[in-house]
T-cell receptor, first 112, second 112 residues
Framework: DSGVTQTPKHLITATGQRVTLRCSPRSGDLSVYWYQQSLDQGLQFLIQYYNGEERAKGNILERFSAQQFPDLHSELNLSSLELGDSALYFC???????????FGPGTRLTVT | GDSVTQMEGPVTLSEEAFLTINCTYTATGYPSLFWYVQYPGEGLQLLLKATKADDKGSNKGFEATYRKETTSFHLEKGSVQVSDSAVYFCALSHSGNTPLVFGKGTRLSVIA
């Protein structure tokens, strides 16, 4: 158990809809990272938050957004969903002075 | 930009066989290098890491050496077990508190 929790575990929704994925980092970790894992693109970095502020942005679509709350949990919002958004979404957390990132179990999103 | 290339899978080995999974990287400067493992239905776990040239990371019988001259970080294990069946990801990072850049992953299946 990495100490990172993600909910829900599975999500099935229709095209055009909007969903929210939630992540709680390990105790004491200020950084939260979101990654998308798909069969064709592999594991891609989406966005990083550090202590409530956006720190780095990767290949995140404009339809996607994220935030980190004062209790350090983070939410990834995906809107106007398309079939191609079906993927595993991972959250990871880490400490300021460490290279290591600890991954949650992921949320599997299926868009039908 | 930075990138990681690892050998295509799947790799199928018999129990007790020798394992090598090749990984090369393209990056500016001297990144830290990692191997992560993803067991079926789970999130990624850090397997081993190396933060500077000639460092050898090791864990659970797996080893990888940071070779600056060949920009490589090949994963090896002398005798694989069925329980090693998983997807292995090579990754790099330039410093703590920054996103990881992953290779596409190599699926390993070990048969008894």
């Amino acid at each position: 158990d990495s100490g990172v929790t993600q909910t829900p575990k599975h999500l099935i929704t229709a095209t055009g809809q909007r969903v929210t994925l939630r992540c709680s980092p390990r105790s004491g970790d200020l950084s939260v990272y979101w990654y998308q894992q798909s069969l064709d693109q592999g594991l891609q970095f989406l966005i990083q938050y550090y202590n409530g502020e956006e720190r780095a942005k990767g290949n995140i679509l404009e339809r996607f957004s994220a935030q980190q709350f004062p209790d350090l949990h983070s939410e990834l919002n995906l809107s106007s969903l398309e079939l191609g958004d079906s993927a595993l979404y991972f959250c990871a957390s880490g400490r300021t002075d460490s290279y290591e990132q600890y991954f949650g179990p992921g949320t599997r999103l299926t868009v039908t | 930009g930075d990138s990681v290339t690892q050998m295509e899978g799947p790799v199928t080995l018999s129990e007790e066989a020798f394992l090598t999974i090749n990984c090369t990287y393209t990056a500016t400067g001297y990144p830290s290098l990692f191997w992560y493992v993803q067991y079926p239905g789970e999130g990624l776990q850090l397997l081993l890491k190396a933060t500077k040239a000639d460092d050898k990371g090791s864990n659970k019988g797996f080893e990888a050496t940071y070779r600056k001259e060949t920009t490589s970080f090949h994963l090896e294990k002398g005798s694989v077990q069925v329980s090693d069946s998983a997807v292995y990801f090579c990754a790099l990072s330039h410093s703590g508190n920054t996103p990881l850049v992953f290779g596409k992953g190599t699926r390993l299946s070990v048969i008894a």
